[in-house]
């Protein structure tokens, strides 16, 4: 089984900056699309911004041009440069990842989470 884990969130002041990294693990897939997603208190997860096996990216209105995804494939590793950061910014960050474990098959990957605190 593959495993995903987030780092780098962590406590900044609006204005500030984090770099948060998804670092894959175990057992070796090719994965497709791979994406990060948050989800703040009472709030349901949203989609933060995804990139696609191609590079194609995509991301919500919310953080456009704050904030940048990318993947690093030698590595297994995704990550997301957020800067400009807001109190709205405020939650648990989520990495997914679409992985092919067969040609007729995939699974959804999660990781477990890191939380991002901006103060005002």
């Known amino acids: 089984q593959v495993q995903l884990v987030e780092s780098g969130g962590g406590l900044v002041q609006a204005g500030g900056s984090l770099r948060l990294s998804c670092a894959a693990s175990?057992?070796?897939?090719?994965?497709?699309?791979m994406a990060w997603y948050r989800q703040a208190p009472g709030k349901e997860r949203e989609v933060v911004a995804s990139v696609a096996s191609d590079g194609t990216t995509a991301y919500a209105d919310s953080v456009k041009g704050r904030c940048t995804i990318s993947r690093d494939n030698a590595k297994n590793t995704l990550y997301l440069q957020m800067n400009v950061l807001r109190p709205e910014d405020t939650a648990v960050y989520y990495c997914?990842?679409?992985?092919?474990?067969?040609?007729?098959?995939?699974?959804?990957?999660w990781g477990t989470g890191t939380l991002v605190t901006v103060s005002s």
């Open positions: 175990g057992r070796t897939y090719q994965i497709n699309n």
């Open positions: 997914y990842a679409r992985l092919v474990v067969s040609i007729e098959a995939g699974i959804d990957q």
